[in-house]
């Protein structure tokens, strides 16, 4: 993994000068360059590999219980989904003036859903493999076949892609009503029972498998794409230290729900869609938002990278888990490495290798032009093509032709 935009202001059309869009596949206009844009996509893709890089040191070292400072890093990493979902959902508001909503969803479909299924493909082909040499498939290799590939699907990190297009879906659906608060309302409600539904686990009670879960932040997103100069206003009107108190309130009452929860014996006690995580994410985004320089280094083009960092970082913590496995006995027992001081600075490590050895295989794709869709970027032919499509139709709004339907 997935990584906020916020506008309201009439949509303005710009020649589009930048690639696909990092978790939508969309091209940004060079007129909706937002910086704080860019800044919550590189750090929700941070946050969410370094979550994933929490689980898998916990594997690793078989920690038989969750140490406080894990818990803390943990929480404090939990805002990255919800704000890729707002992210897209900006962008999305941006956009959807551009294109008739069918088009709209087959660019999408083109340029996020092809690729995600040839890496989850892959990543289910792996476990199979891995399943057959340590003799786990019994009984009809097609049924147990179907139920990895299933389980993968709703309990990896590939869950994101599915949920996201079928919230897309949804809100192209009522495209109409968008803008009534209402709508957004009702949404709402589907967020908030999912985090009710933690504790009375009427439904299956893990994030990945919240299919309405997160089709709020979607509309949100593109709420606050559609509104972006008063929300800009009133954010530039909070003082920095009002921001920072403010998430770490929020953080302060996410800890205590995971803390409830897990006194309760609840099975997901870190979800991502707990009432006070929702908060606090939505917080964090915001203080994100108000910073107004970059955030991310030089060697990391946000756009061009983080589609491909998310689908490719579960194979590398993976490979980097598997190879620590094998390393660390050599070097202290394990035991060693559940202590605080090593303990983080493992993970620090699982982390860096992770980022960065995905990094340099997601950027040797794009080098390659007939590999560039494989990570979200279309061909140099197509992108040619949509170029072209995008300031031709800058020309007509600029000529006061009306926008498409």
């Known amino acids: 993994m997935g990584t906020l935009n916020l506008t309201a202001a009439p949509f303005r059309v710009g020649v589009a000068t930048s690639p696909v869009d990092s978790m939508t596949g969309s091209r940004q206009p060079a007129s ?166 933690i504790y009375g686990q009427w439904i299956p009670v893990a994030h990945t498998r919240a299919i309405c879960g997160f089709v709020f932040y979607l509309w949100l997103g593109a709420w606050c794409a559609w509104h972006f100069p008063a929300l800009e206003k009133r954010l530039a009107r909070l003082p920095a230290s009002a921001m920072l108190g403010l998430i770490l309130l929020t953080l302060a009452l996410a800890l205590a729900e995971s803390k409830l929860l897990y006194a309760l014996g609840s099975i997901a006690p870190m979800d991502t869609l707990r009432i006070s995580n929702q908060i606090y994410s939505v917080v964090m985004v915001l203080g994100i938002v108000k910073v107004k320089h970059t955030l991310w280094p030089r060697f990391v083009d946000v756009r061009k990278h983080t589609f491909g960092l998310y689908l490719t970082h579960i194979f590398g913590l993976a490979l980097v888990g598997a190879a620590l496995k094998v390393i660390l006995p050599y070097c202290a027992p394990l035991s060693r490495w559940r202590e605080s001081t090593e303990g983080l600075l493992l993970m620090l490590v699982m982390f860096c290798l992770t980022y960065a050895g995905c990094l340099l295989a997601v950027r040797a794709l794009l080098s390659n032009p007939s590999l560039r869709w494989v990570v979200g970027l279309p061909a140099q032919s197509v992108a040619r093509i949509e170029h072209t499509e995008e300031r031709k139709f800058g020309e007509a709004c600029e000529a006061g032709q009306p926008q498409i339907p």
Not at 43 to 66: D, F, K, R
Not at 115 to 137: E, N, T
Not at 152 to 178: E, G, I, K
Request: aromatic share 16%; with cysteine; net charge positive.
């Open 32 to 197: 909706l360059d937002h910086t704080f844009a860019n800044n919550v996509r590189f750090l929700s893709m941070a946050a969410i590999i370094g979550v994933h890089a929490v689980g898998a040191y916990s594997a690793v070292v078989q920690l038989p219980s969750v140490p406080p400072s894990l818990f803390f890093i943990e929480q404090t990493l939990k805002f990255g989904t919800i704000g890729f979902f707002l992210v897209a959902g900006f962008l999305f508001g941006e956009r959807i003036d551009t294109h008739s909503p069918l088009e709209y969803f087959k660019r999408r479909l083109r340029n996020v859903f092809v690729p995600w299924l040839l890496w989850f493909s892959l990543f289910c082909i792996l476990m199979l493999g891995k399943d057959f040499v340590h003799k786990r498939l019994v009984g009809s290799i097609m049924s147990q076949a179907f139920i990895r590939c299933r389980d993968l699907l709703l309990d990896s990190t590939f869950w994101f892609v599915p949920n996201l297009l079928f919230a897309l879906a949804l809100l192209l659906l009522f495209r109409r009503l968008l803008h009534d608060v209402r709508m957004g309302f009702v949404f709402l409600l589907a967020s908030l029972f999912y985090g009710v539904n």
